[in-house]
T-cell receptor, first 114, second 113 residues
């Protein structure tokens, strides 16, 4: 089955700096890669996703890149702000598969210091 | 408003006392699942359901049961809770027929004494 590794587990940056979180996956059949943000005491919420036919996707200060050959994908946050502080989860899914389960990484706690 | 709801939001109980955490979604999603979240371990799937009367084990199903008698509801049952089931639980739903966002419920914080 699919296995998703996420690094680093914690990340501390100064406000205005960039943050990068990396994930690797094991199942080459995975074709959908969402990122979820979980603020303290809240539920995870989707912030950006990418499909396997795309190499990069951007939404304002957030971007995701995908390298299918190497089976890794990354979240990039530019010009970080204190409200970006949260736990971020990557996930991988084979949405055409029989189960289509989302497999999550263990999460990265991002702290943005003002 | 499209949403996933869970009840209760907080529960403190004692070892061995059966409990049920309810989950309901109003988006007509076929796929529903339960996760537990523990520090350093991320979101681990307990059970999932592809549709009514179709359920299957996730990664950590021991000590849990589920049922899916109606499309909108997917309760999580702990027949005999133990302290190692103290955790934050999330229900989630999505449509499996196409790429789509998975919506999470607000979470249930369970403490088993």
């Amino acid at each position: 089955g699919e296995n998703v590794e996420q690094h680093p587990s914690t990340l501390s940056v100064q406000e205005g700096d960039s943050a990068v979180i990396k994930c690797t996956y094991s199942d080459s059949a995975s074709n959908y890669f969402p990122w979820y943000k979980q603020e303290l005491g809240k539920r995870p919420q989707l912030i950006i996703d990418i499909r396997s036919n795309v190499g990069e996707k951007k939404d304002q200060r957030i971007a995701v890149t995908l390298n299918k050959t190497a089976k890794h994908f990354s979240l990039h946050i530019t010009e970080t702000q204190p409200e970006d502080s949260a736990v971020y989860f990557c996930a991988a899914q084979n949405y055409g598969g029989s189960q289509g389960n989302l497999i999550f990484g263990k999460g990265t706690k991002l702290s943005v210091k003002p | 408003e499209a949403q996933v709801t869970q009840n209760p939001r907080y529960l403190i109980t004692v070892t061995g006392k059966k409990l049920t955490v309810t989950c309901s979604q109003n988006m007509n999603h076929e796929y529903m699942s339960w996760y537990r979240q523990d520090p350093g371990l991320g979101l681990r799937q307990i059970y999932y359901s592809m549709n009514v009367e179709v359920t299957d084990k996730g990664d950590v199903p021991e000590g849990y049961k589920v049922s899916r008698k109606e499309k909108r509801n997917f309760p999580l049952i702990l027949e005999s809770p133990s302290p190692n089931q103290t955790s934050l639980y999330f229900c989630a739903s999505r449509s499996p027929v196409r790429v789509n966002e998975q919506f999470f419920g607000p979470g249930t914080r369970l403490t088993v004494l």
